[in-house]
């Protein structure tokens, strides 16, 4: 299924353009990260998706949450089929643009960066940085991820939580370090005084990390 979106294009577009996919968090929508595009490179394609499914007070997921029960954070058929729907979304938005020489990048927010660290994990010959905010990589979702360091040496992760995060604990986003660690991927962790969100320190991090 190929997902709804909204797109910044550049000037001009070539076979070498950069490409950034944004990936938002549950219960919200594509204008939500897409405010990210007034500081990032004037010449990347900036694209932000929305999630299929609908939730209360207009917004969208990528999958239904149980948040009384911590064993059902992630309904795991609905993600793999939203993993489906961004990648195929993700190669033909690719394919359409003509970007054969051109990176790729990936920033996903709280349950969009849960499926980021799957997505890059994953197929990580198509991806160059990857940013997770306020999320954690989801065991459930990384049982087929590539081991090869060699397949992942392309890959830079960036990684910021907040201290005080009620929604997904601190505790969970430290994971990341381990399994990235293990993996020999190269990544920066940064924990921020905040709560589930992305402080403007964490913000200047983020666009400093996009601007290499």
Request: hydrophobic share 40%.
């Amino acid at each position: 299924m190929n997902l709804d979106y909204i797109v910044r294009e550049p000037e001009h577009i070539t076979s070498a353009t950069t490409i950034l996919f944004l990936l938002h968090g549950y219960g919200s929508n594509e204008q939500d990260l897409f405010s990210f595009r007034e500081t990032l490179p004037a010449d990347w394609i900036i694209v932000s998706f929305r999630a299929p499914k609908t939730t209360q007070f207009e917004g969208y997921s990528w999958y239904d949450i149980d948040f009384n029960d911590p064993e059902r954070f992630v309904e795991v058929q609905q993600a793999n089929e939203s993993l489906n729907s961004i990648l195929e979304s993700i190669l033909g938005i690719v394919n359409r643009y003509g970007i054969t020489e051109g990176k790729t990048h990936l920033c996903g927010f709280s349950q969009g960066g849960i499926l980021c660290y799957a997505l890059a994990l994953k197929y990580p010959e198509m991806f160059n940085l990857v940013a997770c905010l306020s999320s954690y990589p989801e065991e459930k979702l990384l049982h087929d991820i590539v081991k090869d360091k060699k397949k992942l040496e392309k890959l830079r992760f960036f990684i910021s939580h907040g201290t005080d995060d009620a929604v997904i604990p601190l505790e969970w986003g430290r994971k990341a370090a381990d399994l990235l660690y293990d993996l020999g991927c190269y990544f920066s962790f940064r924990e921020y005084m905040s709560g589930h969100g992305v402080n403007q320190k964490n913000y200047m991090d983020l666009m400093d990390f996009f601007s290499k």
